[in-house]
């Protein structure tokens, strides 16, 4: 295949950005319709969380398969697939009647989902080989999925403030169709038939172990987390996790080399991912219901209000990579990191009626912040991994995402419902019908309702103190879990010093680039040109400076 013309890399990075706007869109759309979903389906806290983890718990669990068969068998298929399935679901999401329905639906879409987010990545990563172009794509990447995900309350408000909850889902069908016929229009065909050999036992182990993880945590606050079928969860999570390196390690062409986590370039990176979509996804699942709840907002005007979080998204994912290649990957994602920690303390530090512009100064604090993080350590771990490898790599990104995600929404939301069951339990709620009484711990909607039903003030100022105790140690969980990654992203991450990749990233680096290269013209080089390595250093580079370093 030819090289692609600048104009035809643009309209690919436009399709792939709307494709992934679309599905973190639908991340946190959901969010806004929580109450309504609680109110109308009769969904408790624990439904609620499954709606949102649902999604997570299936995108997490299939992303690194769905990206090594984009490797393997063509990343434009992959990607649509992914988005025809997407827009099929997010329309059967609108006709659910039920929550376990609308969880069983939410779960095939984040299967879909995954087919489509690693494919963006590598298909960036294939469509810009040079690194200071496709540092400057992911910037652009991470300013439109941090969008999609901040955007979702605001455009989830504006059509609650019109139609049912419903609509929140059907939405999501023309922004998807549209970034279809993108795609068949304009994105180019690339695989990896080769070099990314299809790993069976691989993607077992990896889906298996990354699922049941994610499942033990969302069900541990239910179970316990000291209970014996959370201990044995995680148990059988790690055993899973042993597994899946054995079969890499025993591999001569793994799904993903596992020695790449000794590269700090990538593991730290991808460390610091997690724990910003922890703190992204926790505030967001929280925050929108403090606006409704607390604050008597409607879905619209909570919408607009989180507003200054996709704004500050935006900036800061262009900013943070800019600023990543003048003082290095280090400071600026331990900077962000630091931000994320400083805005959860701030929020656990203010009443339950602060000013909004106060409100706004924390969220454009968080905002900043995680885009300080996600765009440099995102395009660190991409720089590590040679382009045969791209959608498994972009996949490693995904499910640290998605991981970090699920995380949030499943401690910071399990942290909030403890303690705020047990202070209400303690309340004048204490001394209505006991199933009164459960259904109120179990739902803040159904607590309030409770209250404006009997016309007792008692009982409204107990669901708001309990709510904000509740919130305020939820945030000062998240506030711990930033400031703790920023100490380590500040000791682990390498500075503006390269740090070599391992040798077998290097030899990577040395074959074609799959975009350009058809596997007839790979095939008809000379035996030694396809499989030779570089040993020295790469053209331009400083002296030391291998082919598979990264910053």
């Known amino acids: 295949m030819p090289a692609l013309t600048p104009r035809r890399r643009l309209l690919v990075l436009a399709t792939v950005c709307l494709a992934a706007f679309a599905i973190n869109l639908d991340t946190t759309i959901v969010n806004v319709a929580l109450p309504d979903l609680s109110r109308q389906l009769d969904a408790t806290t624990r439904d609620l969380q499954w709606v949102v983890d649902g999604y997570n718990l299936a995108f997490a669990a299939l992303v690194l398969t769905a990206g090594s068969l984009g490797d393997r068998f063509g ?23 039920s929550p376990a329905a609308l969880v069983a639906v939410r779960f095939v879409m984040g299967a879909c989902a995954a087919a489509i987010f690693p494919t963006t990545l590598s298909v960036i990563t294939n469509t810009f080989p040079d690194r200071r172009s496709r540092a400057k794509a992911v910037g652009v990447w991470g300013a439109v999925t941090g969008l999609g995900v901040a955007v979702g309350p605001v455009a989830g408000g ?27 229009a304009w994105v180019p065909e690339s695989s990896s038939p080769a070099s990314a050999r299809l790993d069976v036992p691989g993607l077992a182990t990896s889906s298996a172990a990354v699922g049941v993880l994610v499942y033990t945590i969302i069900e541990a606050p239910s179970r316990g987390w000291g209970a014996p079928a959370t201990v044995a969860g995680f148990a059988a999570a790690v055993a899973l996790t042993a597994a899946f390196i054995v079969v890499e390690r025993g591999r001569a062409d793994p799904m993903i ?34 606006f409704q709840f607390i604050r008597g907002y409607g879905t619209l005007a909570t919408g607009v209000r989180v507003l200054p979080v996709a704004l500050t998204i935006a900036l800061g994912s262009l900013g943070g990579v800019a600023l990543a290649t003048r003082v290095g990957t280090r400071a600026v994602v331990t900077a962000g990191l630091a931000m994320l920690g400083a805005s959860f303390a701030w929020i656990a530090a203010s009443s339950a009626f602060a000013p909004y512009l106060q409100v706004v100064g924390q969220m454009v604090l968080l905002g900043l912040g995680l885009g300080l993080t996600t765009a440099p350590a995102t395009e660190s771990i991409l720089s590590v991994l040679p382009p045969a490898k791209a959608g498994v790599g972009s996949a490693v990104n995904d ?34 019908p006991s199933r009164t009484a459960g259904a109120a711990e179990s739902s803040v909607a159904s607590a309030l309702g409770t209250a404006a039903s009997l016309g007792r003030g ?28 920023a ?65």
């Open 257 to 290: 080399d596992v020695t790449l986590f000794r590269t700090p370039a990538f593991s730290a990176a991808s460390g610091s991912v997690t724990l910003a979509f922890f703190a992204l996804f926790g505030f967001i699942f929280l925050v929108t219901q403090y």
């Open 399 to 432: 499910a640290t995402r998605e991981a970090g995600g699920t995380l949030g929404v499943a401690v910071l939301g399990s942290v909030f419902t403890s303690l705020y069951a047990s202070r209400l339990a303690d309340g004048p709620f204490a001394g209505l």
């Open 458 to 485: 008692d009982l409204l100022a107990a669901v708001q103190a309990s709510f904000m105790d509740a919130f305020h140690l939820a945030c000062l969980v998240g506030a711990g879990v930033c400031l703790a990654g």
């Open 487 to 551: 100490v380590v992203a500040r000791l682990a991450l390498p500075g503006r010093t390269p740090a070599a990749a391992p040798a077998v990233v290097r030899a990577h680096r040395a074959a074609p680039d799959p975009v350009r290269s058809t596997p007839a013209a790979a095939a008809s080089r000379p035996a030694a040109t396809r499989s030779a390595a570089p040993t020295g250093p790469a053209p331009n580079a400083a002296p030391g400076q291998g082919r598979g370093a990264a910053r």
């Open 158 to 184: 504006l059509l609650l403030a019109h139609f049912g909850w419903p609509s929140v889902f059907l939405a999501l069908v023309p922004v998807t169709l549209v970034a279809l016929g993108a795609a068949w």
């Open 75 to 97: 990343r434009r298929p992959a990607l649509l697939v992914g988005l025809a399935g997407f827009a099929a679901t997010s329309a059967l999401g609108a006709a659910a009647g």
